[in-house]
């Protein structure tokens, strides 16, 4: 009986030991194992048991406690690693690199599913003249508002990303095509047009590109900047959208652009000139110099088309000197009374030698400073490049005597701004608001709020475009000081000015 109770109690207690066992020993390194798998397909992020322990247990425990910390923060630095490879630091946004994998995702996706691909190439207008006026940290700040703009525009699967500079990218991918990417254009101009508190507003040019069966993430992101380009040169601040004529048109203007540079030596270029009056007498004060190309097989250009290619092509540096040369030796014939005037381009700025340009030329030809007026249109002087130097050229100018004039007033976007920044002699109202001032109530406020802040800031006022006696009598009522358009006289010849008084001499 004794024996059996003896070995009941050994039973027992080699019973109790493997339950003392399991819950002491087994069972941690169970949990152990248990976290360690969780651990390896990064799950884990429980405590480990058993670290407060003092035997060998504990031991293991706060091994695995410390191998796991470490392994933990390799894993951060890795995916931050990866983060960095893939985004742009100062945005957060995806870059170049994230971009293009993600498109020719998209590109391969969009053939099984039937899907298009919308690219947009997003560009900042004038960022260099932000960058010059409020320097590199005013600079960094539209690009995190652009990103945050844009950002906010997007649906959760479109990405956005910057692709450096002030260049950014969306890819949008949607069955419903056109709709989807007139929806986002229209979001994106509404936010970039919302008033916001601080004072710089983000302009932005945009083309976009649809996916074509068969296309590479490159050629889809080549059509989306050939129409952002597009949308540069029809005045920024706008959208174009990809289509095949829009590559004929780049065809001709990559044409037109060639031709130019041959213009000059072939004499293809010449100048008409434009009479300005005044608007009592009609007696002419000024002629107005514009540009004329006639291509030898396309014909008259305007120069509304290749100006803007000569800018861009950086022509326009040897066509504005050949202008001042030409206008000025037009001038040295005419009655010293009369003014020239002349167009100058916001690039041409970009020389520093201007204003030295335009004194050796009124020397060579013996013409009055006083009798120079220099026409500039807004967009040169207060968001066009280095505004600083362009306002110190004018100045210089203005100095010596020339005049300084504000062309196409009211078509920009902060006419009163540019008045305060610089002094103005005279100030010209876009022929637009002309045409329409007798049947646009808008237009013929503009017109005379002008006139009445001409008068008020003691400069002199012209209306561009004056067409019939009818305007020309409003104009007259309304104190206008001058007026130039084809009820004047329309632009002519150099030879054809001899008739109007003007002697002509020289070659
Ligand atoms: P702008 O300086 O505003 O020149 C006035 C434009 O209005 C001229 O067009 C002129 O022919 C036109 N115009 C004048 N009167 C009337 C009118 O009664 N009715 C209508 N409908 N139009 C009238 P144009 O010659 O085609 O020149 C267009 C623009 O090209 C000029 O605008 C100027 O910005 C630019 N441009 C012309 N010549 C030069 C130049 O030598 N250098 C530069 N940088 N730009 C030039
Ligand atoms: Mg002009
Ligand atoms: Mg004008």
């Known amino acids: 009986m004794s024996v059996l109770l003896g070995g009941l109690g050994i039973v027992a207690i080699i019973f109790g ?24 397909v990064g799950e884990s992020d429980g405590d480990v048991p058993g670290v407060e322990r003092a035997d060998e247990l ?35 946004l995806a870059n170049r690199l994230l971009f293009e994998s993600r498109l ?10 039937g899907d298009v691909v919308a690219v947009f190439a997003v560009d900042l207008d004038a960022f260099k003249a932000i960058n010059d006026r409020f320097g590199h940290a005013g600079g960094d700040r539209v690009l995190k508002r652009t990103a945050h703009l844009l950002s906010s525009c997007v649906r959760g699967d479109d990405l956005v990303a910057r692709i450096g500079g002030d260049e950014f990218a969306v890819i949008q991918v949607a069955r419903s095509q056109p709709a989807a990417i007139e929806a986002l254009i229209s979001r994106i101009f509404k936010m970039a047009s919302a008033p916001s508190d601080e004072g710089v507003a983000i302009r932005m040019s945009v083309g976009v590109a649809l996916s074509e069966p068969g296309q590479t993430g490159d050629q889809l992101h080549e059509l989306a900047d050939l129409a952002l380009y597009r949308a540069k040169a029809d005045g920024r601040n706008t959208a174009r959208v990809y289509n095949k004529n829009l590559k004929d048109e780049e065809t001709q203007r990559v044409r037109l652009a060639r031709d130019l540079e041959a213009a000059i030596p072939a004499n293809e270029l010449r100048l008409v000139f434009q009479p300005i009056a005044d608007t009592i007498s009609l007696k002419i004060v000024a002629y107005e110099a514009l540009l004329r190309w006639r291509h030898p097989s396309l014909g008259d250009i305007p120069p509304d088309i290749f100006v803007p290619i000569a800018e861009s092509s950086g022509l326009i540096g040897a066509i504005g000197s050949w202008v001042i040369d030409e206008a000025l030796r037009a001038a040295s ?29 009124a020397l060579r030809w013996d013409v009055d400073f006083e009798r120079l007026e220099l026409e500039v249109t807004e967009s040169a002087t207060l968001m066009g490049f280095q505004r600083d130097n362009v306002l110190a050229t004018l100045e210089k100018l203005r100095k010596l005597g020339a005049k300084v004039v504000m062309d196409d ?41 002008t006139i009445g802040l001409g008068k008020s800031l003691g400069l002199i006022i012209v209306a561009e475009g004056v067409e019939t006696e009818e305007q020309l009598s409003v104009l007259r009522r309304w104190g206008c000081d001058q007026v130039q358009g084809f009820l004047i006289g329309k632009p002519m010849d150099r030879f054809d000015l001899v008739g109007n008084g003007m002697v002509l001499v020289g070659p």
């Open 104 to 113: 020719a995702h998209e590109l391969a996706r969009s053939a099984r599913t």
């Open 333 to 361: 014939a005419w009655d010293p009374k009369v003014s020239l005037a002349m167009n100058l381009s916001p690039i041409q700025f970009r020389s520093v030698g201007l204003a030295a340009e335009i004194c050796d030329a």
């Open 409 to 449: 007033f009211g078509t920009g976007h902060s006419s009163l701004g540019n008045l305060k920044e610089f002094t103005f002699d005279k100030i010209k109202i876009d022929r637009s608001f002309v045409a329409t001032m007798n049947s646009h109530a808008s237009s013929s406020s503009i017109v005379r709020a």
């Open 58 to 92: 504990g031991d293991l425990a706060r091994g695995l406690y410390e191998y796991r910390n470490a392994v933990e923060s390799r894993r951060t630095a890795e995916r931050r690693a990866e983060f960095l490879a893939n985004h742009d630091m100062l945005t957060g």
């Open 17 to 40: 030991m493997a339950i003392w066992l399991g819950r002491r020993l087994v069972l941690p390194i169970t949990v152990m194992a248990a976290r360690l798998r969780e651990f390896r």
